[in-house]
T-cell receptor
Framework: AAGVIQSPRHLIKEKRETATLKCYPI?????VYWYQQGPGQDPQFLIS?????QSDKGSIPDRFSAQQFSDYHSELNMSSLELGDSALYFC????WGTGDSVEQYFGPGTRLTVT | DAKTTQPTSMDCAEGRAANLPCNHS???????VYWYRQIHSQGPQYIIH???NNETNEMASLIITEDRKSSTLILPHATLRDTAVYYC?????????????FGAGTRLFVKA
């Protein structure tokens, strides 16, 4: 079965540069979520989108922005990168839901290293 | 969403059942119990979820106590590949998308 696709899988940037991470959800999934996982930490929710609209927001820095496109893929844009932004970035997708339980499926992640 | 409490780590012998407990004493009536796991540096993987009845799928079984204040994830025949961090998450039954709030899960070590 098709899974969540993330690209690139690895990215190395220098401080103050910008980075764009891409996420392609499972076909028919309309909701996308972004998570950040620092070294030795648990994943932290950043932001989510449903039908191209932001649906929820977590601890996402102001230097980061994201959007969802009409084909449901999503991009996370990160500017003025800092060393502390080095982390694994996961994208997850799901159906929006109709009042019952919702399962999220996670991608393999993008490992961002800021030097 | 209700808070969960899990052991920091557990060991299990290969081929034996792994029983991972989770306390969620403040769970409310419209909240589901979800389990995810994360194998080192991979994306979290959905395992199973339940509301009040016990659930079983090809990966695991979920036993929820009658008062719903705790649950146990059971991996019936643990293998070395089941070594991972297991997260118990409580999430409300609302319409719409759900963010997943990961707490400190249980690091399961399956040993040969």
């Amino acid at each position: 079965a098709a899974g969540v696709i993330q690209s690139p899988r690895h990215l190395i940037k220098e401080k103050r540069e910008t980075a764009t991470l891409k996420c392609y959800p499972i076909p028919r999934h309309d909701t996308v979520y972004w998570y950040q996982q620092g070294p030795g930490q648990d994943p932290q929710f950043l932001i989510s989108f449903y039908e191209k609209m932001q649906s929820d927001k977590g601890s996402i820095p102001d230097r980061f922005s994201a959007q969802q496109f009409s084909d449901y893929h999503s991009e996370l844009n990160m500017s003025s990168l800092e060393l502390g932004d080095s982390a694994l970035y996961f994208c997850a997708s799901s159906l929006w839901g109709t009042g019952d339980s919702v399962e999220q499926y996670f991608g393999p992640g993008t490992r961002l290293t800021v030097t | 969403d209700a808070k969960t409490t899990q052991p920091t780590s557990m060991d299990c012998a290969e081929g034996r059942a792994a029983n991972l407990p989770c306390n969620h004493s403040t769970i409310s009536g419209n909240e589901y119990v979800y389990w995810y796991r994360q194998i080192h540096s991979q994306g979290p993987q959905y395992i199973i979820h339940g509301l009040k009845n016990n659930e079983t799928n090809e990966m695991a079984s979920l036993i929820i106590t009658e008062d719903r204040k705790s649950s146990t994830l059971i991996l019936p025949h643990a293998t070395l590949r089941d070594t991972a961090v297991y997260y118990c998450i409580v999430r409300s039954r609302n319409t719409g998308g759900f963010k997943t709030i990961f707490g400190a899960g249980t690091r399961l070590f399956v040993k040969a």
